[in-house]
């Protein structure tokens, strides 16, 4: 099992900064890969950005590229999402999930339904 915890939430305007985190527990050494993805009220749950537990590869959904950075501090177990110039359609709870099967991983990264393991989330809230 792995546990995962989100933090980092929060209420900012238009155009500032956030970093959320991810703190992963448990049977780490069997994740492959690690997304962030959100939902907002009313919609589906999406991908926002992955990276792959050992050789840090990044992806991003075009929505955010540019503007969001995730990486991992190997030494922590810890994955992070760097937010930038923030918009009002970036509010939404934001959710962690962690992968343990590398079968087709950087064709699949973005499907909810391939993440073994979920954090419950933080709020994010961008005021215009």
């Known amino acids: 099992q792995v546990q995962l915890v989100e933090f980092g939430g929060g209420l900012v305007q238009a155009g500032g900064s956030l970093r959320l985190s991810c703190a992963a527990s448990g049977h780490t050494n069997r994740i492959y890969g690690m997304g962030w993805f959100r939902q907002a009220p009313g919609k589906e749950r999406e991908f926002v950005a992955a990276i792959t537990w050992a050789d840090h590869s990044t992806y991003y959904a075009d929505s955010v590229l540019g503007r969001f950075t995730v990486s991992r501090a190997s030494a922590e177990n810890t994955m992070y999402l760097q937010m930038s110039s923030l918009k009002p359609e970036d509010t939404a709870v934001y959710y962690c999930?962690?992968?343990?099967?590398?079968?087709?991983?950087?064709?699949?990264?973005?499907?909810?339904?391939?993440?073994?393991?979920w954090g419950r989330g933080t709020q994010v809230t961008v005021s215009s």
């Open positions: 999930g962690a992968d343990e099967d590398n079968v087709y991983w950087s064709s699949a990264y973005y499907y909810t339904t391939r993440y073994d393991y």
